[in-house]
């Protein structure tokens, strides 16, 4: 079956560092997808990778490990702003997206 | 990046009665639209695909008479929750594909339904 697991909830510091983990099983693979989701929003995309290696976008980056199965999203020099929940999306073959639960990120002054 | 509208933002409505939230896509043409629906602090669960000029695709456990799908033209899509009852209050949200070369999903501000 299709399934995509990440942590419940995660919480940081201001000014600091933090991984959000994502591993994925899907029928076939069209890339891996993160969105950020502020409570009563709709999701807003964060970044895609399809191929093995490392994204860097600002203080965002995600990284993609096919033959693992594995995902991370790292965010640095954290603000205050970015407390929000941070959902993994896998594409299976059929280019449908296979949602997880979502990491509930909490940060702290 | 494109733009995908959803109307109304929020709705209150009745038991029994019957409702329609509409999804455009404001500077691009979509052939296919998505829709999702988000409990509370759960994820989003796909509803069903909108196909402009055919029927939908439903997920399994979707009932297809209770949320009618209605993707009239390239640019609209309508989900109309019929005789709507409290356990439908939901956020829906819809979805349009964008860049082909990155398979992005362009969503709208989504749907706040509330049945009294």
């Known amino acids: 079956g299709q399934n995509i697991d990440q942590p419940t909830e995660m919480t940081a510091t201001e000014g600091a560092i933090v991984q959000i983990n994502c591993t994925y099983q899907?029928?076939?693979?069209?890339?891996l997808f993160w969105y950020q989701q502020h409570a009563g929003e709709a999701p807003t995309f964060l970044s895609y990778?399809?191929l093995d290696g490392l994204e860097e976008k600002g203080r965002f980056s995600s990284f993609l490990s096919r033959s693992k199965g594995y995902s991370y999203l790292l965010l640095k020099e954290l603000q205050m702003k970015d407390s929000a929940s941070y959902l993994c999306?896998?594409?299976?073959?059929?280019?449908?997206?296979?949602w997880g639960a979502g990491t509930k990120l909490i940060i702290k002054p | 990046g494109a733009v995908v509208s959803q109307h109304p933002s929020r709705v209150i409505c009745k038991s029994g009665t019957s409702v329609k939230i509409e999804c455009r896509s404001l500077d691009f043409q979509a052939t296919t639209m998505f829709w999702y629906r988000q409990f509370p602090k759960k994820s989003l669960m796909l509803m069903a695909t909108?196909?402009?000029?055919?029927?939908?695709?439903?997920e399994q456990g979707v009932e297809k008479d209770k949320f009618l799908i209605n993707h009239a033209s390239l640019t609209l899509s309508t989900l109309t929750v019929t005789s709507a009852h409290p356990e439908d209050s939901s956020f829906y949200i819809c979805?349009?594909?964008?860049?082909?070369?990155?398979?992005?999903?362009?969503f709208g501000p989504g749907t706040r339904l509330t049945v009294l």
């Open positions: 979805s349009a594909p964008g860049l082909a070369e990155i398979n992005e999903q362009f």
């Open positions: 899907t029928s076939g693979f069209n890339g």
């Open positions: 990778n399809v």
């Open positions: 999306a896998g594409m299976d073959s059929n280019y449908q997206l296979i």
């Open positions: 909108s196909n402009e000029g055919s029927k939908a695709t439903y």
